[in-house]
Structures are given as C-alpha cells and as structure tokens.
Nanobody, 127 residues
Framework: QVQLVESGGGLVQTGDSLRLSCAASGRTISNYYFVGWFRQAPGKEREFVAA????????YYGDSVKGRFTISRDNGKNTVYLQMNSLKREDTAVYSC???????????????????WGQGTQVTVSS
C-alpha cells in the first residue's frame, strides 16, 4: 500500500502562484509508476493535470495547464510537487495526488489506471 498526503492548497487571487506537495509513504514506489495530479471542480468531471514518471522523471501535462504548471519529484523525500503559476479562476478545484502504473503514453491522463489516491486539497482562485 502507498499512502499519499497532499498539502499546500488554499485561497489565492488570480495571477498568484501556489505549490502543492504530495508526500508518499508505505511501500516503495516502483520506478515504472507515475505520480500525478488530477483535479475536480464542483459539477465537473475529474480532469488530468500533470504526472511524472517516478523512474526517469519525464513529465506530462493537461492542455489547460501547460506552460503554467510544473510537476517535479524528490525521490529521496518521496514527494511530488506541483508548482502552479498564473492561476486562473478556472483552476479552482480539489486537487488530488495519485500513483499508479498506466501502461502506455495515452493512458497517463486516465484516472482509472491509477491505484492510489490522496484525500485531496482545495485550491480556490478568486478574482
């Protein structure tokens, strides 16, 4: 089992920055795993935000956050970070950290391929 705990959410204004953290504990995360972030706003479907390969560090982003968000990892601390810049109101959502082993490039943005999920942290962007 892998436990994931998110932190860093909060209330910010449009254009501000925020950094989320996801601390993993429990069993060792395998190098073929991806650790990522999904978000869900009220009344909307869950949306892929970003993911990073635990082994080689390759990162992947959803179209709506490309160029604004950066995902990174610290394998020694078993922690993944999501740096969010130029925040917009539409970024308001609950952000959940996840870990799993999507088998192909096109399955990385699909939540069903991820095995472990955190409780989520609220990010609210006001104008």
């Amino acid at each position: 089992q892998v436990q994931l705990v998110e932190s860093g959410g909060g209330l910010v204004q449009t254009g501000d920055s925020l950094r989320l953290s996801c601390a993993a504990s429990g069993r060792t995360i395998s190098n073929y795993y991806f650790v990522g972030w999904f978000r869900q706003a009220p009344g909307k479907e869950r949306e892929f935000v970003a993911a990073i390969s635990w082994g080689d560090g390759n990162s992947y982003y959803g179209d709506s956050v490309k160029g604004r968000f950066t995902i990174s990892r610290d394998n020694g601390k078993n922690t993944v970070y999501l740096q969010m810049n130029s925040l917009k109101r539409e970024d308001t959502a609950v952000y959940s950290c996840t870990a799993g082993a999507p088998p192909r490039r096109d399955t990385i943005p699909v939540g069903g391929w991820y095995e472990y999920w955190g409780q989520g942290t609220q990010v609210t962007v006001s104008s």
